[in-house]
């Protein structure tokens, strides 16, 4: 069982930062926060051993459909909802090394590709 989130354990944070010249609508931010934390939680089952057990199907892509711990989900450090929009979310390391997850991020949109 994965540890509760804790910023005492080894973590990495992301900063994403939109562009000042757009103005993107709801839908399209939606969407994006939506397909960044499948690209996250579908590479984190793919690459993390407490997970070998899973099994993708096509209910990856619904919103219960990725059974991960509190510990190992995106958590949100920081949301500026202005334009442009800023976002920074922490990831907790745990069970997991930082040379894997971002050589499984290739395979896991190849994988999101090959499902829908």
């Given at each position: 069982?994965?540890?509760?989130?804790?910023?005492?354990?080894?973590?990495?944070?992301?900063?994403?930062?939109?562009?000042?010249?757009?103005?993107?609508?709801?839908?399209?931010?939606?969407?994006?926060?939506?397909?960044?934390?499948?690209?996250?939680?579908?590479?984190r089952l793919a690459v993390d051993?407490?997970?070998?057990?899973?099994?993708?199907?096509?209910?990856?892509?619904?919103?219960?459909?990725?059974?991960?711990?509190?510990?190992?989900?995106?958590?949100?450090?920081?949301?500026?909802?202005?334009?442009?929009?800023?976002?920074?979310?922490?990831?907790?390391?745990?069970?997991?090394g930082l040379d894997g997850f971002?050589?499984?991020?290739?395979?896991?949109?190849?994988?999101?590709?090959?499902?829908?």
């Amino acid at each position: 069982m994965a540890e509760d989130f804790s910023l005492r354990s080894p973590f990495a944070r992301i900063a994403l930062l939109g562009d000042e010249e757009s103005f993107p609508t709801l839908r399209e931010v939606a969407n994006f926060l939506y397909d960044f934390n499948l690209v996250y939680e579908m590479t984190r089952l793919a690459v993390d051993k407490r997970y070998a057990d899973f099994r993708f199907s096509n209910n990856v892509f619904y919103r219960n459909g990725r059974p991960l711990e509190d510990g190992d989900l995106l958590h949100v450090e920081k949301l500026v909802k202005a334009s442009p929009i800023e976002i920074n979310v922490t990831l907790q390391f745990t069970g997991i090394g930082l040379d894997g997850f971002v050589a499984a991020v290739v395979g896991t949109a190849t994988l999101i590709t090959t499902l829908k």
